[in-house]
């Protein structure tokens, strides 16, 4: 029979609707009592109940994850084509100058130039200083450690200008305007080539070095033939004072140099902090005073503009060719300083990679951390990555989203980056990565990396339950979930999506948002499928679907009307079953540790059924195709040694044989639990008297649901579990009482059941519950009048079956409880309505109705026992000698 050949339906409520032009009626004052009382009968309907035991969503705690300390990229387990945790910048010290020939980027390339140009990089320069550099996106750099690329400018095709084709003319230099307010509408002249073997110039030259004046370079990094700096003509030394005073233009203006040259020293410029980092660069024991250049060229480069505007080519390697030389400095604060100035020119393509492997490698240590709260560091790190693309720049997101990750371990820095807008970010780069998989985009292997550290990330920022709202409106949980579907083959990716969606599942808008993905419960059960044998990946995302399930009746219809959905729960439950027996043949436990924790699989697992079958109709559907298969699977645990001590796993069996059985009808006779129902009261006998509390309650929710069946009820009669029954009266945990008394509720149908609680005292042990805990308990109450009208209802004298003193005490505590006005401050014609639908008092109106019929029965019965007392002694004296006994048939 196929389980599914009738799928479940969606409940709803189907109305009337009235005409648009007629007004909705008014509901009277009563019918609004009325409705109340029914909602809260329906509220309280499974423990109110005389036949049956409450059905209840399944609870459990998230798996466990330990927070590793260690600030790992990619964790201890190593895969191949991974990129390095760890590298070195040792080789930026060698770096090469500006190669011979590189365009400026605002000048007019035309066909033959780009042709001329791209032979001459054939032949003079390697691949990797091509003229037209493309992105790289290969692991081959990082494991070369090429960290920066600073030796070719970087020339996108999109770029070029191309002038017309009909019109083609010689190339000529564009005029240099004046009020150019922006410095990328700067046109730069081209430097003199440099001569073929020419040693490269370095900071600071020895006496014997001549200086080449026609191609000293200005302070703003543009050489010029008209225009030079008079003050560093003079510092050359005077082996070049001939050189100097032939110079036409130093002779002219000798009447002011010494004066300009004294104004220049008050205010120094990019140039002569540059300088000066140079310089240092070949000296030890001075990182203290690098770093104070490095803050002071950020303020000079601030002051000059050069941060709110795009830097020329030129004057952006002038920088970095400075800040190179101390990538190998082991001064964590120096590296930051040093990454603060190379985001500031808003690097893109290697450089940014670079930037980023820079922070992630001072990130690395949490020592660091206080670090990043000091001036603008994140603020500036966090732009870059905004800058990024997870598709163009993936290994710049590798090691940016690496370092979001560890700093994210800190909780203050974690509320810090959060109120940067970190998360949104990190939205839209999934989205970015997603909308690539619909489109079929391809994507460089390292998106992939890319995607598993921001996901690693995000796990640690949803940790704040504070996210949760903005988690859901910026639309992150739909994201994951199709993040999820398209990268369902890469187990690192999945990894860290479960334990997200695990975190976030705790909150019920998240679970809501959950739901609202069209193919999740297909998602969720591919990936049980896909990875069954991964503890990891299966027990939060068992414990996900569980808490989806757990509240939303038409969750639970979708979830059980997806394709396999139950058998996939099922192949679970015997993976880990088996899985924990091997285990517990084991002799330490240190090697339970060593082998995981499957027995939390199996809870997480039971709890999905558990919560599913809450729905009626799956209910009985999951009873008649899996009942069977579940009872021996369930019984198998309980009955087993190894499995007992956990008392969670016992306690998700026992809650969802309580669910099941909720469904039992003892008129039918195919019904599983019907046919089983000795087995599990033999199986939960143990555990009704158990030393955990709520096991004993399962329990007894259990024997509520199966004691309807007078099997069940004679087998209770006729064993140890009455007294067990008996005994737990004389607890004072309320719904302990209430759990067992409703079972006490069914065995009063059999007079044998009543001989046995006549002979252990039950009902003084009720009398005592009454008084002692049921004005603040109305449905204790309530199912205590129950068992007791139930005890004496086929009896003519009470006396047989209920002391006399105790009769009394009865009448007096019911009396009680039933004046209205005593405990509402209700009078004869009180129309107060807001009293009357008050919970406490709905409740109270069902004990009422119980305890009313029982007081007037026993008020009934004494006052015919008068009457008939007083009639047999007036025979007794007419008739001495006549021994008849009167029958209490008419009554």
Same mark, same amino acid.
């Given at each position: 029979m196929d389980p599914k050949s009738d799928e479940i339906k969606l409940g709803g409520i189907s109305k009337v609707s009235l005409p648009f032009y007629e007004p909705p009626p008014r509901k009277t004052s009563a019918e609004? *009592?009325?409705?109340?009382?029914?909602?809260?009968?329906?509220?309280? /309907?499974?423990?109110?109940?005389? *036949?049956?035991?409450?059905?209840?969503?399944?609870?459990?705690?998230?798996?466990?994850?330990?927070? %590793?300390?260690? $600030?790992?990229?990619?964790?201890?387990?190593?895969?191949?084509? $991974?990129?390095?945790?760890?590298?070195?910048? $040792?080789?930026?010290?060698?770096?090469?100058?500006? +190669?011979?020939?590189? +365009?400026?980027?605002? !000048?007019?390339?035309?066909? =033959? /130039?780009?042709?001329?140009?791209?032979?001459?990089?054939?032949?003079?320069?390697?691949?990797?200083?091509?003229?037209?550099?493309?992105?790289? %996106?290969?692991?081959?750099?990082?494991?070369?450690?090429?960290?920066?690329?600073?030796?070719?400018?970087?020339?996108?095709?999109?770029?070029?200008?191309?002038?017309?084709?009909?019109?083609l003319r010689p190339l000529q230099k564009r005029k240099v305007f004046k009020n150019t307010s922006s410095l990328d509408n700067l046109p730069e002249e081209r430097e003199s080539p440099e001569p073929k073997n020419a040693e490269p110039r370095k900071a600071f030259s020895s006496p014997q070095e001549r200086t080449d004046f026609d191609n000293l370079e200005s302070p703003f990094g543009r050489s010029s033939t008209k225009h030079k700096n008079l003050s560093q003509c003079l510092l050359l030394g005077p082996q070049n004072l001939n050189k100097i005073f032939d110079n036409r233009h130093i002779i002219e203006n000798s009447e002011t140099l010494f004066v300009r040259t004294a104004a220049e020293s008050k205010e120094r410029n990019v140039d002569d902090i540059i300088n000066e980092l140079n310089y240092e660069s070949t000296r030890v024991d001075n990182e203290s005073l690098v770093i104070d250049l490095l803050d002071e060229l950020y303020q000079c480069m601030e002051k000059e503009n050069l941060l709110a505007t795009k830097v020329g080519s030129k004057m952006k390697i002038h920088i970095l060719k400075a800040l190179y030389k101390y990538v190998e400095s082991q001064n964590e604060k120096l590296l930051l300083n040093i990454a603060r100035v190379i985001l500031a020119l808003k690097v893109t393509g290697n450089n940014l990679s670079g930037v980023c492997k820079l922070i992630f490698k001072v990130s690395k240590n949490d020592k660091n951390d206080y670090l990043f709260f000091q001036k603008n560091i994140l603020e500036l790190f966090l732009d870059a990555l905004g800058r990024s693309s997870p598709l163009d720049d993936a290994e710049a997101c590798v090691y940016g989203y690496g370092s979001v990750k560890f700093l994210t371990m800190n909780t203050k820095l974690l509320d810090k980056i959060l109120s940067l807008g970190i998360l949104q970010l990190m939205v839209? =780069?999934?989205?970015?990565?997603? %909308?690539?998989?619909?489109? $079929?985009?391809? !994507?460089?292997?390292?998106?992939? =990396?890319?995607? &598993?550290?921001? #996901?690693?990330?995000?796990?640690?920022?949803?940790?704040?339950? #504070?996210?949760?709202?903005? &988690?859901?409106?910026?639309?992150?949980?739909?994201?994951?979930?199709?993040?999820?579907?398209?990268?369902?083959a890469d187990l690192d990716i999945i990894s860290n999506i479960s334990r997200i969606l695990s975190t976030i599942s705790t909150n019920d808008c998240c679970c809501d948002s959950l739901a609202e993905y069209k193919d999740i419960y297909k998602v969720f059960i591919n990936l049980f499928d896909k990875y069954p044998g991964n503890e990891e990946i299966i027990v939060r995302l068992a414990y996900t679907l569980g808490n989806v399930v757990a509240k939303i009746d038409n969750t639970r219809v979708k979830f059980y009307n997806e394709k396999k959905s139950v058998d996939s729960l099922l192949n679970l439950w015997k993976i880990y079953l088996e899985r924990t027996l091997k285990i517990c043949s084991l002799k330490t436990d240190n090697e339970l540790i060593e082998n995981g924790n499957p027995e939390d699989v199996m809870i997480?697992? *039971?709890?999905?059924?558990? %919560?599913?079958?809450?729905? +009626?109709?799956?209910?009985k559907a999951v009873n008649e195709c899996y009942g069977s298969l579940l009872i021996d699977e369930f019984l198998k645990v309980l009955i087993s040694n190894p499995f007992k001590k956990n008392e969670e796993l016992v306690m998700s069996i026992l809650s969802t044989l309580n669910n099941l059985s909720y469904y039992y009808t003892s008129d039918m006779e195919h019904d599983i639990f019907h046919i089983k129902q000795v087995e599990i009261v033999e199986g939960i006998t143990e555990y009704s008297k158990?030393?955990?509390?709520?096991c004993v309650i399962e329990s007894m929710r259990i024997m509520g649901n199966l004691s309807r069946s007078k099997i069940t009820r004679d087998y209770i009669a006729e064993s140890e579990v009455f007294q067990i029954l008996v005994n737990i009266l004389d607890k004072v945990d309320l719904t302990l009482l209430k759990t067992?008394?409703?079972?006490?509720?069914?065995? !009063?149908?059999?007079?044998?059941?009543?001989?046995? &609680?006549?002979?252990?005292?039950?009902?003084?042990?009720l009398i005592a519950i009454l008084n002692n805990f049921a004005q603040n308990d109305w449905l204790l109450a309530m199912l205590v009048c129950q068992v007791i009208w139930n005890y004496c209802i086929d009896t003519m004298d009470l006396y047989e079956l209920i002391p006399d003193d105790e009769i009394q005490q009865l009448l007096v505590i019911l009396a009680d409880y039933l004046d209205e006005e005593k405990l509402f401050g209700i009078t004869e014609g009180c129309e107060d309505a807001e009293i009357y639908v008050t919970q406490e008092y709905l409740i109270w109106e069902e004990f009422a109705g119980v305890a009313t019929n029982l007081l007037e029965k026993i008020e009934y019965f004494l006052d015919t026992f008068d009457q008939i007392h007083i009639e047999n002694e007036t025979a007794t004296t007419q008739k001495r000698d006549s021994s008849t006994n009167l029958s209490f048939a008419a009554w």
């Open positions: 609004i *009592i009325n409705e109340a009382r029914l909602a809260i009968r329906e509220s309280q /309907m499974a423990e109110s109940s005389f *036949i049956s035991t409450p059905i209840k969503p399944l609870q459990t705690q998230r798996p466990f994850t330990p927070r %590793n300390k260690e $600030r790992l990229l990619f964790g201890k387990k190593t895969k191949s084509n $991974r990129p390095p945790s760890s590298f070195s910048l $040792r080789y930026l010290q060698n770096e090469a100058d500006i +190669p011979v020939g590189v +365009p400026d980027s605002n !000048m007019i390339l035309s066909p =033959h /130039m780009l042709t001329s140009t791209a032979k001459t990089s054939t032949t003079k320069t390697t691949p990797k200083s091509g003229l037209v550099k493309q992105r790289s %996106n290969s692991l081959s750099e990082i494991n070369d450690n090429k960290i920066f690329n600073i030796g070719v400018k970087e020339l996108s095709l999109n770029k070029v200008k191309l002038p017309s084709l009909d019109h839209l =780069h999934i989205k970015i990565i997603n %909308n690539a998989k619909i489109d $079929r985009t391809s !994507m460089p292997e390292q998106t992939n =990396h890319a995607l &598993f550290q921001l #996901t690693g990330a995000l796990r640690n920022i949803v940790s704040e339950e #504070t996210v949760f709202e903005t &988690f859901i409106s910026c639309g992150a949980v739909q994201q994951l979930c199709q993040t999820v579907d398209f990268f369902s997480k697992v *039971i709890r999905v059924i558990a %919560n599913v079958v809450i729905n +009626p109709e799956i209910g158990s030393r955990n509390k709520e067992t008394i409703g079972v006490f509720v069914n065995l !009063m149908a059999d007079n044998k059941s009543r001989s046995l &609680f006549k002979n252990y005292g039950g009902v003084s042990k």
